[in-house]
T-cell receptor, first 109, second 113 residues
Framework: GQSLEQPSEVTAVEGAIVQINCTYQ??????LSWYQQHDGGAPTFLSY????GLEETGRFSSFLSRSDSYGYLLLQELQMKDSASYFC??????????FGAGTRLFVKA | EADIYQTPRYLVIGTGKKITLECSQT?????MYWYQQDPGMELHLIHY???????EKGDLSSESTVSRIRTEHFPLTLESARPSHTSQYLC????????????FGPGTRLLVL
């Protein structure tokens, strides 16, 4: 079956750096995406990796290792507003998007 | 401004009723999706479309149906609502070539009594 694994919760303090990992097992693979969702809101796209390596977008970076079926989202200079759920998502061989269960990030002052 | 809209935002309805959740996007995107999400849980793909007259079922078994008669419109219909359909329904769209970048609507929270 197809699956994505990510931690259910992560807690960090304001100003710190946090890494949210995602491992996947899918039928085919085109890329790994990350989405942010605040409570009561809709998911918003953060980043996408199709090739191995690091992609940086402001305070957020995303990494992919296709050989390890692994990726992570790195959030730097954490702010209170970063408290949200973060979902990794894989575009599989059938061009369908499969979402992980999400990681709830709590940022403390 | 290009955007994606869903109506209604909230719906409380009795068992057995037929309901249609509306979704429209003004971005000219070819691909559109419907997801079901329970609070604090992952998103489950229930239907998607590659373009006009194209509809496909997702991974989550669903008693709903969809249609895609116009590029911008992708309604979801439940012929007979049941309490097990209580959930949040999210519509999304993407360009065909960059489907990994999906834009989500605000969602419809459905409560079936």
């Amino acid at each position: 079956g197809q699956s994505l694994e990510q931690p259910s919760e992560v807690t960090a303090v304001e100003g710190a750096i946090v890494q949210i990992n995602c491992t996947y097992q899918t039928s085919g693979f085109y890329g790994l995406s990350w989405y942010q969702q605040h409570d009561g809101g809709a998911p918003t796209f953060l980043s996408y990796n199709a090739l191995d390596g690091l992609e940086e977008t402001g305070r957020f970076s995303s990494f992919l290792s296709r050989s390890d079926s692994y990726g992570y989202l790195l959030l730097q200079e954490l702010q209170m507003k970063d408290s949200a759920s973060y979902f990794c998502a894989v575009t599989d061989g059938g061009f369908k998007t499969i979402f992980g269960a999400g990681t709830r990030l709590f940022v403390k002052a | 401004e290009a955007d994606i809209y869903q109506t209604p935002r909230y719906l409380v309805i009795g068992t057995g009723k037929k309901i249609t959740l509306e979704c429209s996007q003004t971005m000219g995107h070819d691909k559109m999706y419907w997801y079901q999400q329970d609070p604090g849980m992952e998103l489950h793909l229930i239907h998607y479309s590659y373009g006009v007259n194209s509809t496909e079922k997702g991974d989550l078994s669903s008693e709903s149906t969809v249609s895609r008669i116009r590029t911008e419109h992708f309604p979801l219909t439940l012929e007979s609502a049941r309490p097990s359909h209580t959930s949040q329904y999210l519509c999304a769209s993407s360009e065909y070539r960059t489907q990994e970048t999906q834009y989500f609507g605000p969602g419809t929270r459905l409560l079936v009594l």
